[in-house]
């Protein structure tokens, strides 16, 4: 299994980025994906999920500016950032999980940086 995350870059405050995470190993449609983003000096924070069977959740720092979705063609997941602040600064992270019969690992993308300026 590999994620592939893209996307990042340099935006000024109030603008928007999308991030892509594409997939192997896995189809992202029968699989939970997870954005995470870690700043500087702090702990990773889970962003944003969508499931295996659609559904979608955000952290509340990121309601109603951030929205999950997938692409079963193209076997990615995107996160589009509206809206961005100083404080969405960080690399953020794609993370999916897979469950055998020997128990269940984790998988996470190389990470994208994202820089807002003020």
């Known amino acids: 299994v590999q994620l592939q995350a893209s996307g990042g870059g340099l935006v000024q405050a109030g603008g928007s980025l999308r991030l892509s995470c594409a997939a192997s190993g896995i189809i992202v449609s029968m699989n939970a994906i997870d954005w995470y983003r870690q700043a500087p000096g702090k702990q990773r924070e889970l962003v944003a999920t969508i499931t295996s069977g659609g559904s979608t959740s955000y952290g509340d720092s990121v309601k109603g500016r951030f929205t999950v979705s997938r692409d079963h063609a193209k076997n990615t997941v995107y996160l589009q950032m509206n809206s961005l602040k100083s404080e969405d600064t960080g690399v953020y992270y794609c993370?999916?999980?897979?469950?055998?019969?020997?128990?269940?690992?984790?998988?996470w993308g190389q990470g994208t940086q994202v820089t807002v300026s003020s």
């Open positions: 993370k999916t999980f897979v469950i055998r019969a020997t128990g269940r690992s984790d998988y």
